[in-house]
């Protein structure tokens, strides 16, 4: 590659029987090939890297890609792409050797208590490790680490596991060459996984995450690993979650309420608005809110309101909700005390309606005290004749109008209907084989015609194609 470390080359299109990939690249080597637009997506270069660093994929269950906490899985088709790789890969790349520890489940009694640090903020670890080895002997190790993702983080855009602990299996290699790696489990706190018959030594290995904590910097996952033969030590109670309190308004004049919507941001906070409509009179929109800049976070906006009938509306930009596919998002609207809109589980848009316009207040309750009666003047001979009837007559109609009736149903608006098709294109659909044709040598004279793009040289590298599953881009 003359001065160059890694060459790419974007390719105008791929023609032929065999198309349908995104990119592909050699295996521990310099050069890496993208076809179209691919070129473009930071998730996708990287990905191809780690094919010219020396990696293998990442799957789960067999499936070669389908390890989404890790961008040797599936990569991200957008032009962000904040991903890092899975404990087995950051231990093969080397890149925190200061941070790695291996440890041998197979000594008899084994047993070890460990704090964990992501490496999304592996610059704040301290002494305590990002990646854990645990060593089988037969090239097949487990390794284990804390899938951090931060608000703003390198591994900030995570398909999966966020926040878990992780624990991954190579096929072999010990993870220290090419080898696929699978996805075992993901753990939050309190939960465990079992290895049974660890390495051929009928003892059941366990990896349990004792407390997962993301309220400090950096967020800490203490794992506990035994082969069963010491008790485990008891898992401390969940640290609770930290609440922010909504900005306070000390009353409202008169008869209003307080009107409260509160936010819990996904993944893609930025994708997130909201507005709540007053429909009686011409108020229009009082409160409104987002794009948010903090993923994962929430938010709370008040004012005071008249007792009426308010829209709530919450958009998505792309189109698949604020939970569960990207984070677990939710909104809340109270008009004082009573709950009034919830969810988080939408498409592109969601309306909720609720109240009446112009409802006349009810009479006031009692009754009105008799009459005092003006002394009577003495009479001015024998005496007052009685009166000409019994007693004054009831009145003809009530004194006031009887209360406007409660309709029988609330005017809802119908809900915007889902879309029938997603808001963006999905990128190249996945080809069922790589490309089956190896690169043409380079010729010694410029070529007459176009060059296939590959060497079949350089090192003994092996072209490893990228097919990747759509349904997994970044929105």
């Not at 608000?151 to 624990?167: H, S, Y």
């Not at 059941?204 to 035994?226: N, Q, R």
């Not at 429909?279 to 800049?293: A, E, M, Q, R």
Request: hydrophobic share 25%; net charge negative; aromatic share 10%.
């Amino acid at each position: 590659p003359g001065p160059y470390d890694y060459v790419l080359f974007s390719l105008e299109d791929c023609y032929g029987p065999d198309c349908g990939w995104a990119a592909y690249a050699y295996i521990n080597s310099w050069d890496s090939y993208y076809v179209a637009e691919y070129y473009g997506y930071p998730g996708v270069l990287l990905h191809e890297l780690g094919h010219n660093f020396n990696l293998a994929h990442s799957g789960l269950n067999g499936a070669q890609y389908a390890d989404h906490t890790c961008t040797m899985g599936n990569p991200h088709f957008s032009d962000d792409g904040f991903q890092c790789f899975n404990p087995a890969k950051n231990f093969q790349l080397n890149w925190y050797d200061d941070a790695e520890i291996t440890e041998d489940p197979r000594t008899q009694g084994y047993t070890n208590t460990l704090t964990l640090v992501g490496i999304d903020e592996y610059p704040d670890r301290g002494d305590s490790p990002v990646t854990v080895r645990l060593e089988t002997g037969g090239g097949a190790d487990y390794f284990v680490g804390f899938n951090r993702a931060s608000a703003t983080g390198p591994n900030r855009m995570n398909d999966e596991g966020d926040n878990q602990v992780t624990i991954v299996q190579v096929n072999g290699g010990s993870g220290e060459s090419y080898s696929q790696s699978f996805l075992k489990a993901k753990l939050s706190s309190g939960q465990s996984y079992a290895i049974t018959n660890y390495a051929g030594t009928g003892k059941t290995v366990t990896i349990t995450a004792l407390s997962i904590d993301t309220t400090t910097t950096p967020g800490t996952a203490v794992v506990y690993i035994s082969d069963g033969l010491v008790p485990a030590p008891p898992s401390p109670p969940p640290t609770p979650a930290p609440v922010t309190p909504a900005p306070t308004i000390a009353s409202c004049p008169g008869a209003q309420e307080m009107m409260e919507v509160q936010i819990q941001t996904d993944n893609f906070a930025s994708e997130t608005t909201w507005t709540l409509t007053d429909k009686c009179g011409s108020n229009g929109v009082i409160l409104s809110g987002g794009p948010y800049g903090n993923a994962n976070a929430p938010f709370s906006s008040n004012v005071c309101a008249n007792d009426g009938q308010y829209e709530f509306q919450i958009n998505d930009s792309y189109g698949d909700g604020i939970c569960c596919g990207y984070g677990t998002g939710s909104y809340l609207v109270k008009f004082g005390t009573a709950v009034k809109a919830s969810g988080g589980e939408f498409t592109s848009v969601e309306k909720t309606t609720f109240g009446t316009c112009g409802s006349t207040p009810p009479p006031t309750t009692g009754s009105t005290p008799p009459p005092v009666a003006p002394p009577t003047a003495p009479p001015t001979n024998g005496s007052t004749p009685p009166p000409t009837n019994g007693s004054t007559p009831p009145p003809t109609a009530p004194p006031t109008a009887p209360p406007t009736p409660v309709p029988t149903a609330p005017p809802t608006v119908p809900p915007t209907p889902v879309p029938t098709v997603p808001p963006t294109a999905p990128p190249t659909p996945v080809p069922t084989a790589p490309p089956t044709n190896p690169p043409t040598a380079q010729p010694t004279a410029p070529p007459t015609a176009p060059v296939t793009p590959a060497p079949t040289t350089g090192g003994g590298a092996v072209a490893q194609e990228a097919i990747f599953d759509s349904s997994y881009g970044v929105p």
